[in-house]
């Protein structure tokens, strides 16, 4: 079989095209994944609804669940929490039973 150049050298301007194309979207990805992190602050929601009241959030019965993880990330244990809270006007007060 004969190859003719014309073909390889085609070949090879769309390997040399699509390289630099895929990594400069692979890096404007990243630079707007990086720039989304830090968008948002605290004060940005100052004065808005719905306000987060952790006295009446934890008032009454939660339960919640967890897990433990070595330092390689491998989950060594797993565990569940039964939590009573209580709010006596100034003191939040938290029961939870592991």
């Keep these: 079989m004969i ?3 014309a073909i390889v050298r085609q070949a090879v301007v769309r390997r040399a095209i699509v390289r630099p ?8 990805a990243i ?6 992190c830090n968008a948002m602050k605290p004060e940005d929601f100052a004065g ?11 008032a009454g019965r ?3 669940w ?3 993880q070595d330092r390689f990330g491998q989950l060594r244990r ?6 009573e809270g209580t709010w006596d006007g100034t003191t939040l007060t938290l029961v939870e039973d592991f």
């Design 3 to 5: 190859v003719r150049p």
């Design 21 to 28: 194309a895929i990594l400069g979207l692979a890096l404007i």
């Design 31 to 36: 630079v707007f994944g990086i720039s989304g």
């Design 48 to 58: 808005r609804e719905p306000t987060l009241l952790i006295e009446d959030y934890f």
């Design 62 to 64: 939660a339960k919640a």
């Design 66 to 68: 967890g897990i433990f």
């Design 78 to 83: 797993q565990f569940e929490v039964d939590i």
